[in-house]
């Protein structure tokens, strides 16, 4: 069974900074690609930032230049750093990894239970 945990949603005012993590944990034999997404009441879910497991990285334009996404493959974990929030990143924030389990097994997209992140004007 695997598993994915994030914390560090919350409150902040607009132009503040927040730190979520996610770790992995259970059995795995490695970890792919770790992304977070994000969805907006009434909004569709959408890619935030991903991270292949050789470090490249992917970010959505509205995201560029504010957020950064990193992750440590010792711990399983990856992490999103944001900075210049504006109330539209207010949403839930999913963190997802492909992720081993068995080695003649292909990897499996896993999903975290999502946290929120509420940013005030």
């Known amino acids: 069974q695997v598993q994915l945990v994030e914390s560090g949603g919350g409150l902040v005012q607009a132009g503040g900074s927040l730190r979520l993590s996610c770790a992995a944990s259970?059995?795995?034999?490695?970890?792919?690609?770790m992304g977070w997404h994000r969805q907006a009441p009434g909004k569709q879910r959408e890619l935030v930032a991903s991270?292949?497991?050789?470090?490249?990285?992917n970010y959505a334009d509205s995201v560029k230049g504010r957020f950064t996404i990193s992750r440590d493959n010792a711990k399983n974990t990856v992490y999103l750093q944001m900075n210049s929030l504006t109330p539209e990143d207010t949403a839930v924030y999913y963190c997802?990894?492909?992720?081993?389990?068995?080695?003649?097994?292909?990897?499996?997209?896993?999903w975290g239970q999502g946290t929120q992140v509420t940013v005030s004007s």
């Open positions: 991270i292949a497991r050789g470090g490249s990285t």
């Open positions: 997802n990894a492909v992720i081993k389990v068995q080695i003649f097994v292909p990897p499996t997209d896993y």
């Open positions: 259970g059995r795995i034999v490695s970890i792919n690609d």
